[in-house]
């Protein structure tokens, strides 16, 4: 025991005898389980319990699958994960989320001390793991809303959707700054601009509930609210040619004001975890940057929450990944990483900490600051009050407060680019009493392909792989009664000609990505799309629909169109659409990207010399409806 930790404990005695109100102390067996004791106290009164294999054992985060409550009691895991798509079976129901959420918690329980473990998901736009959950419009879109009030709803209707499974842990929101959008998980990012990201760190109040004035540390205000994790410290969205997990090449001044700029403002609202990212900077890993982890961090911007690795994070710092497990570990721990996303492999890795300790490389100081920061976290959000799931919940998931909350997300986030063509009046908004209308493009019926990725699975995928509302069902819902719609995903060439349509919507975009698998060096419009804006707009007046993580390249066909509306990747609630296209709402969306003209203009950002994008940062055109 250390003179800090002794005068404290002498103190806490102290106080327990002198002071008649924590008498209620003596009714549990040790001053930690005690609810009414401050964080602090019970946090240096558990540690001081603990052995080096119960500190390592709060270090270690296991995925779901080699998860079990005997595994868990075992080596008093700290915190099990669902990877993307990692779910108890097809189509999980809440009932069958807080059944295993609870079985491997009574693990936890049953360890010397009754350590809960934390559960974390990755839900970043909803509950995007749960099958029925409301999904909302991935960050990209967010960012046009410009909105903090909304991202603060949507913190707080998530919040109650992952509580409902027994969850207590997310891991988000992402405030990487993409300044790429060759990078896959630019979508993931607000914004090109740190201002906008950081206007947005308003979703954690919502996640978490706001904390009081003056609060320092993590919050999380209660079991209807989740602790969250700002992601990814730091320079995620800046590497080299957008390639994931790549170099961030920039200096210092640039790295703060760019890609640190949120951080500071996710830290006052309480932020209870960061998550460290896989990227370098300027060739060091983050993973094993104590520099900024540790001094800067930790130190300088007074983050006292804890900072957790990325999936397989510590293996990924050396080249090619794991080679060396045993000095990647030593540099991830030195660095300042608290909780490790081992997730398999956790035998390796609770053996290789174990070793570096024994022989010195790294001091105890530093695992006894791990232990008290995921401690103070478990202690500050209730868990151990409250460690299982609340099966009351289970109505919120996909709830139609929340379905309206995203369906106003996904109208808000619609940026209006284009509409008439020079000397022709403006197409939008569409007449709703039109005779017969025409829908074409895949992406018109298809809730997998507007979820886009982190959708039921981690990369996402074609088809209704969940509950929602297809644009095209959106559009049939607000027409008048007697408007043939005609929808055809893929028709061929010439098949909107001379059929008496009074106009023809065409939704294009990507197909569903996470991660490294969405970097793309080229980011044309997919086949066969550009094709078919050519030829449905050369027959009839036309508005394209481009659902899409990223602006791509249009200029070629852009004249094509009468009118042009991004709509990133909604979400489920794909009848927000609807309500803009046919004036219900005036559009209101900003760009939050740059719409660049050509791929070899990338990088480009708003503020750079030689801007000369397509649409500029910021734009976004209105319909003018009379209100
Ligand atoms: C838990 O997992 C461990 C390791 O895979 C295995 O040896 C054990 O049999 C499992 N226990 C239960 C109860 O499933
Ligand atoms: C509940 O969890 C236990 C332990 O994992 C499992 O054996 C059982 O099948 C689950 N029951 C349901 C209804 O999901
Ligand atoms: C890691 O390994 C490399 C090569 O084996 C060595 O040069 C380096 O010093 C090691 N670092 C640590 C922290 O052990
Ligand atoms: C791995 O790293 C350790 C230091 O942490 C070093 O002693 C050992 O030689 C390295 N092994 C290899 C194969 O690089
Ligand atoms: C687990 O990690 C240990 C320590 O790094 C390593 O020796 C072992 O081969 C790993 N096991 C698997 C199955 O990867
Ligand atoms: C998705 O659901 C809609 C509405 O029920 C249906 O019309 C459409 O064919 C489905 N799409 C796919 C790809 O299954
Ligand atoms: C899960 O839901 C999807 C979409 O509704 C459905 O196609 C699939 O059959 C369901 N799977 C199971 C196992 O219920
Ligand atoms: C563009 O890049 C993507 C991702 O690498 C690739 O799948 C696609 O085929 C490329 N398209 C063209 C037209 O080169």
């Not at 109100?21 to 106290?41: H, I, M, R």
């Not at 200029?555 to 169109?561: I, S």
């Amino acid at each position: 025991m250390g003179p800090r930790s002794r005068v404290l404990c002498a103190l806490v005695l102290l106080l327990c005898v002198v002071c008649p109100d924590q008498a209620t102390a003596t009714k549990y067996d040790a001053l930690y389980k005690d609810p009414s004791q401050p964080v602090g106290v019970r946090v240096q009164d558990l540690l001081k319990r603990l052995t080096l294999d119960e500190k390592l054992g709060q270090m270690t985060q296991i995925e779901m699958t080699v998860a079990n409550a005997s595994v868990i009691e075992k080596y008093d895991i700290g915190s099990v994960l669902s990877g993307g798509g990692s779910i108890p079976a097809p189509n999980a129901t809440a009932a069958q989320w807080i059944n295993m959420t609870d079985y491997f918690q009574s693990g936890a329980l049953k360890t010397r001390h009754g350590i809960p473990e934390i559960y974390g998901i990755d839900a970043v736009h909803g509950h995007n793991n749960v099958y029925g959950a409301t999904i909302f419009p991935h960050n990209v879109g967010l960012g046009c809303t410009r909105d903090p009030a909304l991202l603060k709803r949507i913190g707080a209707a998530t919040a109650l959707e992952v509580r409902a499974t027994g969850i207590p842990y997310v891991f988000a929101p992402c405030i990487a700054v993409c300044r790429d959008p060759r990078w896959g998980r630019c979508y993931e990012s607000y914004s090109e601009d740190p201002d906008v990201v950081k206007s947005l760190t308003t979703i954690i109040d919502g996640l978490q509930g706001t904390p009081p004035k003056g609060w320092k540390g993590p919050y999380v205000q209660n079991s209807r609210r989740v602790a969250a994790c700002a992601k990814h410290f730091v320079g995620d969205g800046g590497t080299q040619g957008g390639i994931d997990e790549g170099n961030t090449v920039v200096s210092y001044e640039e790295l703060v004001n760019i890609h640190m700029k949120a951080y500071p403002d996710a830290i006052a609202r309480g932020v209870s975890t960061i998550m460290a990212s896989y990227n370098s900077w300027n060739g060091v890993k983050m993973h094993a940057n104590k520099f900024l982890l540790t001094d800067v961090l930790k130190g300088q911007l007074g983050f006292k929450g804890f900072i957790i690795s990325d999936w397989q994070g510590v293996d990924r710092i050396s080249e090619p990944w794991g080679v060396n497990i045993t000095n990647s570990t030593e540099l991830a721990l030195n660095a300042g990483i608290d909780m490790i996303m081992v997730p398999y492999n956790y035998t390796g890795f609770l053996d290789v900490a174990k070793q570096l300790i024994a022989e010195k490389k790294v001091p105890m100081s530093r695992i006894d600051d791990a232990v008290t920061r995921i401690l103070r976290v478990k202690f500050e959000m209730g868990l151990f009050e409250k460690p299982y799931g609340d099966k009351s919940l289970k109505n919120y998931i996909g709830a139609l407060s929340h379905r309206s909350l995203a369906r106003e997300a996904v109208r808000k986030s619609l940026v209006l680019l284009k509409n008439g063509k020079t000397g022709s009046k403006p197409l939008l908004p569409l007449s709703k009493g039109a005779k017969k209308i025409l829908v074409v493009g895949a992406h018109a019926n298809d809730i997998g392909l507007q979820c886009g990725g982190w959708t039921i699975t981690w990369q996402g995928m074609p088809g209704n792989i969940t509950k929602g509302t297809t644009i095209l069902e959106g559009i049939k819902k607000t027409v008048n009664s007697k408007t043939k719609v005609v929808y055809k995903a893929n028709p061929s060439k010439g098949d909107a000609k001379n059929k008496g349509y009074q106009y023809a919507i065409i939704v294009v975009g990507e197909q569903p990505y996470a991660e490294f698998n969405g970097d793309n060096k080229n980011l044309t419009v997919p086949d066969p799309y550009p094709e078919l804006i050519k030829d449905t707009c050369s027959h009839v007046r036309c508005v394209v629909v481009m659902v899409s993580g990223r602006p791509l390249v249009v200029e070629p066909f852009v004249d094509h169109m009468d009118a042009f509306v991004a709509a990133w990747l909604p979400g489920t609630e794909g009848n927000g659409i609807a309500d803009v296209l046919f004036g219900k709402y005036d559009f209101q969306g900003k760009l939050s990207r740059t719409w660049f003209k050509r791929v070899d203009q990338l990088p480009m950002n708003v503020g750079d010399k030689d801007y000369d994008p397509l649409y500029p940062f910021g734009f976004g055109l209105k319909m003018g409806l009379e209100s």
